[in-house]
């Protein structure tokens, strides 16, 4: 039986998909963090070069991918489309599942596909120095070797516990010539009234943005790049699900029934969805696109949709998003990826339009399933990416249940050969089930933002 679809390097998209020109209404305006009125591009000018801005606002519905992009993603792209016949097997499932390999590209996960465009768009803006967060490390290994393509300086604001627990992470990132330090840290006014409070602080990624952000701001030849969240990185990623369509088509499969992917700030999902919902809301497609988040971070499932500041020090756009608070400090569960406080704008409309679904899971039973899938499959997938796993045995195991011939297809949107001590916790038995409290969320409601007062 075929388990591999491939694609030609020619095959490759060549163009962008942007959701927004098929939303119902415009998203709601990013507002400037100081006076809370909407943003204009020039408000985003001393973070963002101008193209990315133009994208991040832009109602075209397809944006050419530049050739010098192309060139370089055309080193791992297409990515491979593979059914888990052996997993299937393993569940006695009557459901057809395939899963999307990302972590076939080279730092290990679908974040280059932006972190490239990023790097090419600064510099052909002119900037030679770009700073950014990472948690885990993923994103930070992306832009780190994106900007060692382009000739451009690297600066890396890892959050503290991460910095400590991957130190191999960190090593990637060096290796590309990037410079990384911990965060919380005493280079910024930021990092240093954090500490001051409290000197042990394990650091988050809104922490960490605000450190990225303060020393772009304060430098003309340095911009700031964010791995996830906006509008013009879920769009660079909508190469993943434009290639999925592709693939399906060899496989024999119109209209899969369910696409599902895990969500930090929803760069990977609406990458591997929008295309679908594009053929939901233009084809008359009914595939249910499913988002899957860690229980200790529900976002999605428990956090409000709100006007709220991106990161901690309250210097970077203020979005509409489903969020926790941006002083959001994470328990430190082992998906680094997926702690983040707030979710991408686009999916946080599309969900409270339903357009979408979310669903959150717990830790243990999240590994379990990537040990499943490892012993099946033979790929350690990130522990960010068995969530989306353990999403997709769950609709495999209904689909039995319900003697269904589903077709389930997920984002498997990194490896984990450099998580390997989250394995380690896990094999162990020092992994808990943790699930973030409800007071917390009505908590985090008293230090929103009001733009209507401002
Ligand atoms: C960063 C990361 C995620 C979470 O980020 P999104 O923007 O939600 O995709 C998921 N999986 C992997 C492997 C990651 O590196």
Known sequence: MQTRFELKQSDMPTRWYNVQADLDKPLPPPLHPLTLKPAGPDDMAPIFPMALIAQEMSGDRYIDIPDEVQEILRLWRPTPLMRAVRLEKALGTPAKIFFKYEGSSPTGSHKPNTAVAQAYYNKISGITKLTTETGAGQWGSALAMACNFFDIECKVYMVKVSY?????????????????????????????AILAEDPESPGSLGIAISEAVEVALKRDDTKYSLGSVLNHVLMHQTVIGEEVIKQLDLAGVSEPDVVIGCVGGGSNFGGIALPFLRQNLKDGAKTRLVAVEPMACPTMTKGLYAYDYGDTAKMAPVIKMRTLGHDFVPPSIHAGGLRYHGMAPILSALHSEGLIEAVAVPQVETFQAAQLFAQ?????????????????????????????????VFGLSGHGYLDLTSYDAFLGGHLDNYAYPEEKVREALGKLPHPEQA
């Not at 991957?166 to 919380?184: D, E, I, N, Y």
């Not at 045995?393 to 389930?408: G, Y």
């Open 164 to 192: 400590q627990l991957k130190p191999g992470r960190r090593s990637v990132m060096q290796l590309f010539g990037a410079s990384v330090t911990a965060s919380p840290s005493d280079e910024t006014d930021s990092g240093r």
């Open 376 to 408: 099946t499959e033979g790929i350690i997938p990130a522990p960010e990416s068995a969530h989306a796993i353990r999403a997709a045995v769950d609709e495999a195991l209904d689909a039995k249940a319900k003697e269904e011939e589903r077709t389930i």
